[in-house]
């Protein structure tokens, strides 16, 4: 089975950094592509950074030169370092990972997500 396992998350203060890591098993980084979401508490979930089997990384525009998507093949690990962080990149981030998030549909696999608050 597909295990992903999201830690890092916590409190930071606007302008701090947060390293979010995502320890997947069952599931190997070259199969598809791996990505990061995000959800405000009662709302629907936004994609924020994937990365593609071949390393390139793809974000959305709110957080480019801020946010930095990567994988350490060796531990078996997804990154997401988080820096000059904003109150609103505050909510619940949840790795995913899957063949069809390459195309852009909705990942199979997801992680059981972690608070990021920023104030």
């Known amino acids: 089975d597909v295990q992903l396992v999201e830690s890092g998350g916590g409190s930071a203060q606007a302008g701090g950094s947060l390293k979010l890591a995502c320890a997947f098993s069952?599931?190997?980084?070259?199969?598809?592509?791996m990505g990061w979401f995000r959800q405000v508490d009662g709302k629907e979930r936004e994609g924020v950074a994937a990365?593609?089997?071949?390393?390139?990384?793809t974000y959305i525009a709110s957080v480019k030169g801020r946010f930095t998507i990567s994988i350490d093949d060796a531990t078996n690990t997804l990154y997401l370092l988080m820096a000059n962080l904003r109150p609103e990149d505050s909510g619940v981030y949840s790795c995913?990972?899957?063949?069809?998030?390459?195309?852009?549909?909705?990942?199979?696999?997801w992680g059981q997500g972690t608070q990021v608050t920023v104030s």
């Open positions: 995913a990972a899957g063949v069809s998030f390459c195309s852009g549909a909705p990942p199979p696999y």
């Open positions: 069952g599931y190997t980084s070259t199969s598809g592509c």
């Open positions: 990365i593609d089997k071949n390393g390139r990384p």
